[in-house]
């Protein structure tokens, strides 16, 4: 197959990717040249009784957790079907926002359903991309041919809707994954139309790899750099000196902002620069703040020689170039800098290790071959048998990973219940009360916050009258699930799965 684009869009049903699910996936292929390739894929996910929804979320994308049990696909077949689309040969997936939203999802999502979380993103020619950065960028470096709107505090606009809005692209139903495709794909066709040098620069260098040759740790020669970190009124870019690497993060570069005084970076010692670089905020006094940043090189950065940055942009941006070309030179002329800020970011008391297996896709570390290899086999006898002959043969696999017997055990519970024995079911129920009564992730929704936001919104008087069936609905969902996990039944046992 040529090369592609595949571009997608999730509307989920809460903001936190280690707890909450996702609702809807949208997807569509273009060629690189960004002409589409075959129908909008647009499918939904069942959600769990072990999980509640956002009643906010719900009234966002209006997706009732009631229709996407009608609608969806458990959560196990939505996976395979993503990461089917994911994994064709070739594919950059790509999404307005992705990589730090939807991205995220879809990693907790394989991880829970024992798919590989991460191998989608490279192999196979494979990689992905997240065009907001280009439209930052865009606005910030080579503004002209687009409008770019501003918000209510007077700082640069680039929610979808917005820019959609300002540019003429129809966006008839924001919040819905697949009109949200539809008009991020036009608003990046418009910025390779109107400024294809800058469009050509970011996608030949959305990888790691095309980054790393733009690096030079030694000269700390400045690049500019697009974020929403750095929003402003001005714009989203600074200059930015590479200084070095994160220990311990391949993709994890230490970089200096040249907007700020650079004096603190040089002449601190190492437990100074540690206790600034780890201190709440809240912590620090004015001043203390360090101006150091950390990019991420796995995740798309916009990030460009000094070049880029022409006399009128400068001067838009409010950047200095001789003074940022000069405090380079400063940190050049420093040569054990690379050394102190490893030692300073070498922090000797990791955080406590999150015992629950669920919120371990990160705390846990990569699975090891022989774990990859049972896991593989457990899907072949999923798709060779179904999935209520292979229980057991999947209960019966040994593991090295302490996370995968109870992995293992939870996936078939959400996804097949009607597989599990008399006694395992009572402890799914048991398990899943639990969790939706006291979620074990801080602000995550609880059934109590559910019914009352639910009726709070019902009886407010400023909520429009069409939202009230919807609201009805999620009260009816809020009475299954009670009868679900929360009732009593004879059989009923202690115990947590």
């Known amino acids: 197959m040529p090369p592609s684009i595949l571009w997608y869009d999730l509307e989920t049903f809460g903001l936190d990717p280690r707890h909450d699910r996702i609702a809807q996936c949208a997807a569509q292929r273009t060629t690189e040249d960004l002409e589409f390739v075959g129908e909008t894929e647009n499918f939904l996910c069942k959600p769990s009784p072990d999980y509640l929804p956002s009643p906010y979320s719900c009234m966002v994308h209006r997706i009732s957790p009631r229709l996407a049990l009608e609608k969806g ?94 540019n003429d692209i129809p966006l008839e139903n924001a919040h819905d994954a697949a009109f949200d495709i539809r008009a991020t794909i036009l608003l990046a066709r418009m ?119 022409d006399a009128k942009a400068a001067e838009r941006l409010d950047l200095d170039t001789k003074s940022a070309k000069a405090k380079a030179a400063r940190l050049a002329d420093s040569p054990q800098l690379i050394q102190k800020l490893a030692s300073a970011f070498s922090w000797p008391n990791p ?60 996936m078939f519970a959400r996804n097949w219940p009607q597989t599990l024995s008399a006694a395992e079911l009572t402890r799914w129920r048991s398990f899943c009360a639990a969790r939706i009564l006291c979620p074990r992730i801080q602000g995550a929704t609880d059934l109590a916050a559910y019914e009352k936001i639910v009726d709070t919104l019902m009886l407010r008087e400023d909520t429009p009258a069409e939202d009230k069936p919807l609201l009805a609905e999620l009260l009816a969902y809020k009475s299954w699930l009670e009868a679900e996990v929360l009732s009593y039944r004879d059989s009923l046992a202690p115990g947590v799965q």
Not at 398 to 408: E, W
């Open 73 to 166: 696909l458990n959560e196990y077949d939505f996976a395979r079907r993503m990461l089917g689309l994911m994994s064709e040969n070739a594919t950059c997936v790509a999404g307005y926002n992705s990589i730090r939203f939807d991205d995220e999802f879809v990693r907790n999502l394989l991880y829970r359903n024992l798919l590989d979380p991460y191998e989608r993103e490279w192999a196979d020619g494979n990689s992905r991309w997240d065009v907001i950065d280009l439209m930052r960028a865009a606005r910030d470096l080579r503004p002209d041919g687009m409008n770019w709107p501003d918000n209510t505090e007077g700082k640069p606009d680039f929610t979808l809707g917005s820019l959609a809005a300002a």
């Open 191 to 309: 910025v390779r139309q109107r400024q294809p040098k800058l469009y050509d620069w970011y996608w030949r260098h959305r990888t790691r790899e095309s980054l790393r040759p733009l690096l030079d740790l030694s000269a700390h020669a400045p690049l500019v750099h697009t974020a929403a970190s750095y929003t402003r009124p001005q714009g989203c870019t600074t200059i930015l000196a590479p200084v070095g690497m994160v220990p311990g993060k391949r993709d994890g570069l230490l970089a200096v902002d040249l907007r700020y005084d650079i004096d603190s970076v040089l002449d601190l010692d190492v437990d100074e620069l540690r206790r600034r670089v780890f201190s709440p905020g809240n912590r620090l006094e004015p001043g203390e703040r360090l101006p150091l940043v950390t990019v991420r090189l796995g995740r798309c950065p916009y990030l460009a020689p000094l070049s880029i940055l």
């Open 351 to 410: 955080p406590p290790e999150e015992s629950d297996p669920d919120y371990r896709i990160y705390a846990g570390g990569f699975f090891k071959d022989e774990d990859r290899d049972a896991m593989a086999a457990i899907h072949e006898c999923i798709d060779a048998m179904g999935a209520r002959e292979a229980r057991q043969q999947a209960y019966a696999q040994r593991f090295l990973d302490s996370r995968l017997p109870q992995m293992v055990r939870r």
